[in-house]
């Protein structure tokens, strides 16, 4: 079944079976790169990683500022 998923959707770190991505990896990615971001935006991402360790849902404005930052930063879905 993880073969014919992978098939499918890819193996990339940042996508779920259904092919969107993971919240959670995208936000980790984007702390550990949040030194090329501007200031302004550090305390959102640390909060949207920390939402990782309880598993708390970011609401859909969060999901869309999370994974802008995502793209600046060069993320890609592979």
């Known amino acids: 079944m993880k073969a ?19 919240w959670t990896e995208v936000a980790l990615y984007c702390q550990r790169e949040k030194h090329r971001l501007p200031e302004k935006h550090h305390e959102f991402i640390n909060d949207m990683a920390s939402r990782t360790v309880y ?10 500022y999370l994974h802008s930052l995502f793209f600046k930063l060069g993320g890609k879905v592979t």
């Open 55 to 64: 598993g708390r849902e970011p609401t859909p404005k969060q999901h869309q």
């Open 4 to 22: 014919a998923e992978a098939k499918q959707h890819g193996t990339g770190a940042f996508r779920n079976t259904d092919g969107a991505l993971e």
